[in-house]
């Protein structure tokens, strides 16, 4: 399975920017996807799961800005993250495994995780 994420950029605090995770391999339906990000000097954390059957989890920190969601027709998984602060500004990973989980420690059960993308919000 390989994943390729996508859409990151620079957005002024307030923005929005929607990032998308192309799965290849396999069919993202057979799976639980996820994001987590990495910001500079600290550890990966969690940021959203969405289940096979659509259930979502999102860390608090986006709680209300981020919405996950899962087009199977087209492989692909999206992050929809609207009211950015500065404090969003990370590389963004999108992982996926058969098993669900949310949470930083679902990061080291994840089997396939995607190269990142970066995401920078300026205040």
């Known amino acids: 399975v390989q994943l390729q994420a996508s859409g990151g950029g620079l957005v002024q605090a307030g923005g929005s920017l929607r990032l998308s995770c192309a799965v290849s391999?396999?069919?993202?339906?057979?799976?639980?996807m996820g994001w987590f990000r990495q910001a500079p000097g600290k550890e990966r954390e969690f940021v959203a799961t969405?289940?096979?059957?659509?259930?979502?989890y999102y860390a608090d920190s986006v709680k209300g800005r981020f919405t996950i969601s899962r087009a199977n027709a087209k492989n692909t998984v999206y992050l929809q993250m609207d009211s950015l602060k500065p404090e969003d500004t990370a590389v963004y990973y999108c992982?996926?495994?058969?098993?669900?989980?949310?949470?930083?420690?679902?990061?080291?059960?994840?089997?396939?995780w995607g190269k990142g993308t970066q995401v920078t919000v300026s205040s």
């Open positions: 992982a996926a495994d058969d098993r669900l989980g949310y949470g930083n420690s679902w990061s080291t059960r994840v089997d396939y």
């Open positions: 391999g396999r069919t993202v339906s057979g799976y639980h």
């Open positions: 969405i289940s096979w059957g659509s259930s979502t």
